[in-house]
């Protein structure tokens, strides 16, 4: 099916609702806005003096990580359509504003957002001195700290740079998306003709991506002194411009558009596409130029004017350019106490009834929740696909994994004797590179590698094996998750998975890859909730069915968490049942669009977010349907790029004792959380979560919960009878 006739199926004819009448654009949050409101939150706990020292340059850094991405797509996605002349208001849940007056209100919040970054780390430089944590300047080095740098910078450093001067035989080099960069200003000793000063000129070097960016030192009198490999660079650059006076330099980075821009040619396949377009990609426009606070003025407008940027899109920093850059700090510091405390995941056993996982799931359905339960039996159950000779075939879907992933390394052996399919979504952003490497390496080894539907993001986690059991019976068994097949973000990720053999699921499941390799339609997926399929649909119609309940006196109340809220539909949906009488309760992470509390409107909806040492990633759906309870997990958030454009999967949780945990010990435990938690109020502020009595963290419960009277089973890597 092409996307021009699938998008007939995709989204249906939205329904007519009673709002109230208040203005429309007050009904919505803005976006963008609520985005730099989630950054702030996670600034917060930076700045937050009971978290761990070094945790709090690790929140810092993340929020620099975050802060790139979004100018990268969302700044550089309005710069565009500012360019094409496009200069319409946006829809009422995206602030009504045009992209020029989104634009506006963006910049100076993010401006004020980066000013406020550099004051913590400012803040935090005499509390990691305190504990004998340096950051050091170059003059500020002892002499053997200098002689060991040095030493680096001749043996590791001075090989890899290129120092330019700019001039008509040397034009400004390609500077590309997000490199830390030296710009000097420069004047040639030479005497010109009548005794004339030659005039300024451009220097730039580019400091190589492929060295740390922080150079631990020498330790000295117990502290652990670290430079930054720029600082080095600059300590040299008269060597590099010998005949040049260096009149003045400061290190500067360029962010640019990294949006991906695919057009459909049938001579070219989505592997190529893609590769064209990432070559791109570090060469797309220009949308923000950091430079050192102390940059002269000249510098700072030469860089700018050669970047064609406006005013407000250059950023002068007070410490650091690229705050990312202290996560190494964080690592490279080796000093536990000041790090939260190690947490062990529980690892999952098989019941001393079983031979194998396959036994096990034969007998019930297994949930885990991640980090605070391993990962490791994921990485099992698709590992017992490969080793376990009674497995005939496999199909995954891979969204993102980790460069030494066991499950990849799985998958590559089964390719070897079974028949192994996998789904690589190739547009996974800023993972498209290593997942085109992950295609090619599948294929080499015999798997059958697919990229789901053209102009749909393969986003649903599924696994599905098929096994002839020793009763000569052929059944499907099957993982299906909230988050990625990573095994390293499955350790600060919070995640749903389970795992099944339910023939409604994996049946389902079945007709799910079908979908993604043959590009058919099912006339059902149940008891699957399908996007772009049947999801938006269905999920609007769990939210009427709650208000039909109330409307009838019957129990209604949702509870969902999530990581954005912002789908126009859904969310007029809820506004509609709260008015009906429908209590609802949301854990929304991130982007939240939906205006809680308003009197007529929303007065039954609650929005909290919870940002803390894991980084909340489950999507879990509780509807109490009068009494018959049903509960979701899945890939999907709430929202138009989720529900409509791309493939994800939402699964029911069937087992009683599964959906109590997730309802009495998981959901309870965030909204119970008074700690990590942020209330979302009327005009859009976030307040913290009232300590009414005794102190609650959710995470620090489900840790403690984990840690709790482990079993002595059976080991969960006696996956395989055989």
Same mark, same amino acid.
């Given at each position: 099916m092409s996307p021009d006739k699938r998008s007939t199926t995709k989204s249906a004819p939205r329904k007519k609702t009673s709002l109230p009448s208040a203005p429309a654009e007050s009904q919505f949050f803005n976006r963008d806005e609520s985005w730099m409101k989630f950054n702030q939150r996670v600034l917060e706990e930076a700045q937050d003096p009971t978290n761990p020292l070094l945790e709090r340059v690790k929140f810092l850094a993340i929020t620099a990580s975050n802060l790139d991405e979004f100018f990268e797509i969302r700044v550089a996605g309005t710069l565009q359509r500012i360019e094409e002349g496009y200069n319409q208001a946006q829809p009422l849940d995206e602030g009504g504003l045009t992209p020029q007056e989104r634009l506006d209100m963006l910049s100076e919040r993010m401006a004020e957002f980066v000013a406020e970054q550099y004051r913590c780390w400012n803040g935090l430089l005499p509390l990691l001195e305190a504990e004998k944590i340096r950051v050091l300047r170059w003059e500020d080095l002892s002499e053997t700290a200098r002689a060991f740098a040095l030493e680096f910078y001749v043996s590791e450093v001075d090989p890899l740079l290129t120092p330019v001067t700019i001039d008509p035989s040397h034009p400004f080099p390609r500077v590309l998306n997000k490199a830390l960069c030296l710009? /000097?200003?420069?004047?040639?000793?030479?005497? /010109?003709?009548?005794?004339?000063?030659?005039?300024?000129?451009?220097?730039?070097?580019?400091?190589?991506?492929?060295?740390?960016?922080?150079?631990?030192?020498?330790?000295?009198?117990?502290?652990?002194?670290?430079?930054?490999?720029?600082?080095?660079?600059?300590?040299?650059?008269?060597?590099?411009?010998?005949?040049?006076?260096?009149?003045?330099?400061?290190?500067?980075?360029?962010?640019?558009?990294?949006?991906?821009?695919?057009?459909?040619?049938?001579?070219?396949?989505? /592997?190529?596409?893609?590769?064209?377009?990432?070559?791109?990609?570090?060469?797309?426009?220009?949308?923000?130029?950091?430079?050192?606070?102390?940059?002269?003025?000249?510098?700072?407008?030469?860089?700018?004017?050669?970047?064609?940027?406006? #005013?407000?899109?250059?950023?002068?920093?007070?410490?650091?350019?690229?705050?990312?850059?202290?996560?190494?700090?964080?690592?490279?510091? $080796?000093? #536990? =106490?000041?790090?939260?405390?190690?947490?062990?995941?529980?690892?999952?056993?098989?019941?001393?009834?079983?031979?194998?996982?396959?036994?096990?799931?034969?007998?019930?359905?297994?949930?885990?929740?991640?980090?605070?339960?391993?990962?490791? =039996?994921?990485?099992?159950?698709?590992?017992?696909?490969?080793?376990?000779?009674?497995?005939?075939?496999?199909?995954?879907?891979?969204?993102?994994?980790?460069?030494?992933?066991?499950?990849?390394?799985?998958?590559?052996?089964a390719g070897l004797s079974k028949d192994v399919t996998v789904v690589v979504e190739l547009m996974a952003r800023f993972d498209e590179d290593s997942n085109i490497r992950w295609a090619r390496e599948l294929e080499d080894a015999g798997v059958g590698v697919y990229h789901g539907i053209y102009g749909f993001k393969t986003?649903? $986690?599924?696994?599905?094996?098929?096994?002839?059991?020793?009763?000569?019976?052929?059944?499907?068994?099957?993982?299906?998750?909230?988050?990625?097949?990573?095994?390293?973000?499955?350790?600060?990720?919070?995640?749903?998975?389970?795992?099944?053999?339910?023939?409604?699921?994996?049946?389902?499941?079945?007709?799910?890859?079908?979908?993604?390799?043959?590009?058919?339609?099912?006339?059902?997926?149940?008891?699957? /909730?399908?996007?772009?399929?049947?999801?938006?649909d269905k999920l609007?119609?769990?939210?009427?069915?709650?208000?039909?309940?109330?409307?009838a006196g019957k129990p209604a109340h949702i509870v969902a968490k999530m990581n954005g809220l912002i789908d126009r539909r859904t969310v007029e949906a809820l506004y509609v049942a709260s008015q009906a009488g429908v209590q609802i309760d949301l854990i929304v992470r991130g982007m939240c669009s939906l205006r809680p509390g308003v009197k007529g409107l929303s007065e039954n909806i609650r929005v909290r977010s919870i940002v803390g040492r894991y980084l909340e990633h489950s999507r879990i759906f509780h509807f109490v349907n009068g009494g018959d309870e049903e509960i979701y997990c899945g890939s999907a958030d709430w929202m138009p790029r989720n529900l409509v454009e791309r493939c994800e999967v939402v699964f029911p949780v069937l087992q009683s004792d599964l959906k109590k945990r997730l309802r009495d010990e998981i959901l309870h435990a965030y909204l119970k959380d008074n700690t990590k938690a942020r209330l979302l109020q009327p005009d859009g502020e976030y307040i913290r979560a009232p300590k009414d009595g005794e102190t609650f963290s959710a995470q620090e419960f489900l840790m403690g919960v984990a840690c709790e009277g482990a079993e002595e089973r059976t080991p969960v890597r006696k996956l395989s009878g055989d």
């Amino acid at each position: 099916m092409s996307p021009d006739k699938r998008s007939t199926t995709k989204s249906a004819p939205r329904k007519k609702t009673s709002l109230p009448s208040a203005p429309a654009e007050s009904q919505f949050f803005n976006r963008d806005e609520s985005w730099m409101k989630f950054n702030q939150r996670v600034l917060e706990e930076a700045q937050d003096p009971t978290n761990p020292l070094l945790e709090r340059v690790k929140f810092l850094a993340i929020t620099a990580s975050n802060l790139d991405e979004f100018f990268e797509i969302r700044v550089a996605g309005t710069l565009q359509r500012i360019e094409e002349g496009y200069n319409q208001a946006q829809p009422l849940d995206e602030g009504g504003l045009t992209p020029q007056e989104r634009l506006d209100m963006l910049s100076e919040r993010m401006a004020e957002f980066v000013a406020e970054q550099y004051r913590c780390w400012n803040g935090l430089l005499p509390l990691l001195e305190a504990e004998k944590i340096r950051v050091l300047r170059w003059e500020d080095l002892s002499e053997t700290a200098r002689a060991f740098a040095l030493e680096f910078y001749v043996s590791e450093v001075d090989p890899l740079l290129t120092p330019v001067t700019i001039d008509p035989s040397h034009p400004f080099p390609r500077v590309l998306n997000k490199a830390l960069c030296l710009a /000097l200003l420069l004047r040639h000793k030479r005497k /010109l003709s009548g005794a004339r000063v030659a005039p300024a000129v451009l220097g730039v070097v580019t400091v190589p991506r492929a060295l740390p960016r922080l150079i631990a030192l020498p330790s000295e009198d117990g502290y652990s002194d670290f430079i930054l490999l720029h600082e080095l660079i600059e300590s040299q650059v008269e060597k590099m411009f010998r005949g040049y006076e260096v009149l003045t330099r400061a290190a500067f980075r360029v962010t640019r558009n990294s949006n991906l821009y695919m057009q459909e040619e049938e001579s070219r396949s989505v /592997l190529e596409s893609v590769r064209a377009e990432l070559h791109n990609r570090r060469k797309g426009d220009a949308v923000r130029l950091e430079i050192e606070n102390g940059a002269s003025d000249e510098i700072a407008e030469r860089l700018r004017t050669n970047f064609e940027l406006d #005013p407000w899109q250059v950023f002068r920093t007070d410490g650091p350019v690229n705050l990312y850059r202290l996560m190494n700090l964080y690592s490279e510091a $080796k000093r #536990p =106490a000041l790090k939260f405390a190690p947490f062990l995941s529980k690892e999952f056993r098989l019941g001393s009834k079983s031979l194998d996982i396959f036994d096990e799931l034969r007998q019930h359905d297994v949930m885990l929740h991640h980090p605070f339960d391993s990962y490791s =039996a994921v990485e099992g159950f698709i590992e017992a696909g490969a080793v376990d000779p009674n497995v005939i075939s496999m199909k995954q879907t891979l969204y993102r994994t980790s460069k030494d992933s066991p499950i990849f390394r799985s998958l590559i052996e089964a390719g070897l004797s079974k028949d192994v399919t996998v789904v690589v979504e190739l547009m996974a952003r800023f993972d498209e590179d290593s997942n085109i490497r992950w295609a090619r390496e599948l294929e080499d080894a015999g798997v059958g590698v697919y990229h789901g539907i053209y102009g749909f993001k393969t986003h649903c $986690k599924l696994a599905l094996l098929v096994r002839r059991d020793p009763d000569g019976v052929v059944r499907r068994y099957a993982h299906l998750g909230t988050g990625n097949y990573n095994p390293v973000t499955a350790r600060f990720y919070t995640d749903i998975s389970v795992l099944t053999s339910r023939i409604e699921i994996t049946s389902a499941v079945q007709k799910v890859f079908n979908h993604l390799t043959a590009d058919t339609e099912s006339t059902s997926y149940d008891p699957l /909730l399908v996007a772009p399929i049947t999801l938006a649909d269905k999920l609007v119609g769990l939210i009427e069915r709650e208000a039909a309940h109330a409307k009838a006196g019957k129990p209604a109340h949702i509870v969902a968490k999530m990581n954005g809220l912002i789908d126009r539909r859904t969310v007029e949906a809820l506004y509609v049942a709260s008015q009906a009488g429908v209590q609802i309760d949301l854990i929304v992470r991130g982007m939240c669009s939906l205006r809680p509390g308003v009197k007529g409107l929303s007065e039954n909806i609650r929005v909290r977010s919870i940002v803390g040492r894991y980084l909340e990633h489950s999507r879990i759906f509780h509807f109490v349907n009068g009494g018959d309870e049903e509960i979701y997990c899945g890939s999907a958030d709430w929202m138009p790029r989720n529900l409509v454009e791309r493939c994800e999967v939402v699964f029911p949780v069937l087992q009683s004792d599964l959906k109590k945990r997730l309802r009495d010990e998981i959901l309870h435990a965030y909204l119970k959380d008074n700690t990590k938690a942020r209330l979302l109020q009327p005009d859009g502020e976030y307040i913290r979560a009232p300590k009414d009595g005794e102190t609650f963290s959710a995470q620090e419960f489900l840790m403690g919960v984990a840690c709790e009277g482990a079993e002595e089973r059976t080991p969960v890597r006696k996956l395989s009878g055989d």
